[in-house]
Each structure stands twice: as structure tokens, then as C-alpha cells.
């Protein structure tokens, strides 16, 4: 016959082992690349690409951003809803700049390029709100 | 007879010796003209000797001079090398240094509202911002090239080049005006961001 202890035990793992699985699987990992590039001054192309990782991502979360959320799990629509805090956001983490000019005959072209290289953002889906930082 | 021979013969001969004491002192003048004309020569020559080495010494006070004007000039352009390094921002250690710029762009002919143009040009200035932060802390890569054919000039290419990665920029202020949106942006860099 099972101890009352021994239940207890049984019952303070089950319980663990929810809350620790409830806190993993909310989390969620993201690949997320940016890329815009201006002609003669003019913006030309912008393009922000998203996608879940397919694999485990290694690093720590870093610079977290909290967008208001709306009970959603989606990330494209959480971003599409706040696309320019989002762009301000990437802005701060850092971007790399190419710019080509080349003035030909007094004749004068340029292109900037300024692009996020693909990065893993962790995500945490709450009711409420969502964090996304980062994994560097 | 015989005496009038004789006479003859002596007034000949004193004739011929007064000859000789005439073209003798004619050799005479000719040499102390010779020798004055020499004397000349030489004092000229004296006189250009002193000439010269008044010259020589006026041409070594100007060399002097020079050399020292030059030593000067060259006192100076250290200094003022100096005083523009002094001035110049170098990025010490626990020290930061405040980079700010204003990127400019142009919305598209093609906008749906001004909204749309306006975000479209910030964007633009933005990416122009970046670009001139990026050559103030970077540098810039020119490449140039020209095409000369027949004494005429064919082709004139100037090439620049920008890579960097620009992190923590922030925008101060946003103007849009008569379709051209200027963003003035600012960068701390420390000397933390450069330590390896």
C-alpha cells in the first residue's frame, strides 16, 4: 500500500513537471531577418522576412522588446500590428550598412542597403503581452 | 771735297742715331701703356673679385635666411598640426564621443497618401543618416577612375564605398517638408564599444 508521502511526492513532480513544460512551450523561438534598401535617396525594397526555427537556437536572451497582445500566438500578425515599434526596435540592436556611390560623368547614383542578418528572437506568448528578445 | 764726304756721312749717321733714340722711346710709351693698360686689368679684376665675393656673402645671408624662413614655416605647420590633433576627437579610454548627422530622403512619385510619402522618406533618411554615421566612424572607400583618348577626356567614374554595423542610433528630430523628410540623428560611441 502507497504511502501518504509517497503521493505527495508523486503529486509535487506531476505538478512541476506541468508548470516547467507550461513555461517551455510558451516560449517560442523565431527566425527574423530585415533588409531595406534606399536608391537615390528613394526608398526602394523593404523586406522583413519571419519564420519559426526549425531547430534549437544556443544563446541568451538579450534587449527584450514587450509588444501589447492580444490573446494571439501568431508573431507575423503581432509584428504587422506594431511593424514600426518593431522596426525601432531592430534599429536599436544594430544594423549593417552598405552604401555604393558612383558618380559617373557628373552623373550620380547610390544605393544604401541596411539589413538585419538573420537572427533567432525567443518569443514569450503571454494573454496580454508578448517579449521578444533576442538570442546572442 | 773729301770734307764735304765726310760731313755727309756724319750728319748721316747722327741722322740714323737720332732714329734709334726716337723709335726706342716709341717702345718705351708702347710698354708703360701696356703696363698701365695691365694695371687696369688687374685692378678691374680686383674690383670684380670683390664684387664677387660681396655676392657670394650677400648669397650666403639669403640662403640663411631661407633656411631659416623655411625652419619657421616649418615650426609652424607643426604647430598648427598640433593644435589640430589637440582638437581633433580621439576616443580615450572611459571617454565617449557624441556623432550626430542629418540623413535626408525623398518620398516616391507613385505615394498612395502623404502619410505613405512621408513614412517612405523617413525611411529613406533614416538609411542616409546610417550611411553618414558609418563614414564619420568608419570611413570611406573612394575608387576613381578617368579615360583619357586622344587628348580628351572620355570618361570620368568616381567610386565610394560604406560598410559598417551601426548599433544604438538614435533619431533627435524629424522634418518633412516640400516632400523631403530630414531625419538628425546621434550616436555615443564609448571606448568600451571598440575594446577587444
Not at chain 1, 32 to 41: E, G, L, T
Not at chain 1, 111 to 124: A, S
Not at chain 2, 64 to 77: C, G, P
Not at chain 2, 177 to 185: A, F, H, N, P, Y
Request: proline share 1%; with cysteine.
Amino acid at each position: 500500500m502507497r504511502s501518504r508521502d509517497g503521493n505527495r511526492n508523486f503529486s509535487l513532480r506531476l505538478c512541476s513537471v506541468i508548470i516547467f513544460s507550461s513555461l517551455t512551450l510558451t516560449a517560442s523561438e523565431h527566425l527574423i531577418s530585415y533588409k531595406y534598401i534606399v536608391k537615390d535617396a528613394t526608398l526602394y525594397n523593404e523586406t522583413l522576412l519571419i519564420s519559426n526555427a526549425m531547430t534549437k537556437c544556443n544563446g541568451t536572451p538579450q534587449n527584450e522588446l514587450i509588444l501589447l497582445n492580444k490573446n494571439s500566438k501568431n508573431l507575423k500578425q503581432l509584428i504587422f500590428e506594431n511593424s514600426q515599434e518593431f522596426i525601432d526596435y531592430i534599429h536599436k540592436l544594430g544594423l549593417h550598412v552598405e552604401h555604393k556611390e558612383t558618380t559617373s560623368n557628373l552623373q550620380n547614383s547610390s544605393t544604401t542597403t541596411l539589413t538585419l542578418k538573420t537572427t533567432c528572437f525567443k518569443v514569450d506568448f503571454n494573454d496580454n503581452f508578448a517579449r521578444i528578445s533576442p538570442l546572442k | 771735297m773729301r770734307y764735304s764726304i765726310l760731313l755727309a756721312l756724319l750728319l748721316s749717321v747722327s741722322s740714323l742715331f737720332g732714329a734709334d733714340k726716337a723709335s726706342n722711346a716709341t717702345v718705351v710709351e708702347q710698354t708703360n701703356a701696356e703696363l698701365a693698360a695691365v694695371r687696369v686689368a688687374a685692378t678691374q679684376a680686383r674690383e670684380e673679385a670683390t664684387l664677387a665675393t660681396i655676392q657670394a656673402t650677400k648669397a650666403k645671408e639669403d640662403s640663411k635666411r631661407a633656411i631659416n624662413e623655411l625652419a619657421q614655416v616649418k615650426a609652424q605647420r607643426e604647430e598648427e598640426l598640433a593644435s589640430m590633433a589637440a582638437q581633433e576627437q580621439v576616443l580615450k579610454e572611459n571617454r565617449s564621443i557624441h556623432i550626430s548627422v542629418v540623413g535626408q530622403g525623398v518620398a516616391p512619385m507613385n505615394t498612395s497618401s502623404p502619410a505613405q510619402a512621408y513614412a517612405l522618406a523617413k525611411r529613406a533618411a533614416i538609411a542616409d543618416a546610417y550611411r553618414a554615421i558609418a563614414e564619420k566612424v568608419k570611413g570611406v572607400r573612394v575608387d576613381g577612375q578617368d579615360t583619357v583618348k586622344n587628348m580628351m577626356m572620355q570618361k570620368s567614374t568616381i567610386r565610394t564605398y560604406v560598410q559598417a554595423m551601426v548599433k544604438n542610433a538614435n533619431i533627435v528630430e524629424t522634418t518633412f517638408k516640400e516632400g523631403l523628410c530630414e531625419v538628425e540623428m546621434e550616436i555615443v560611441i564609448s571606448h568600451s564599444d571598440f575594446a577587444q
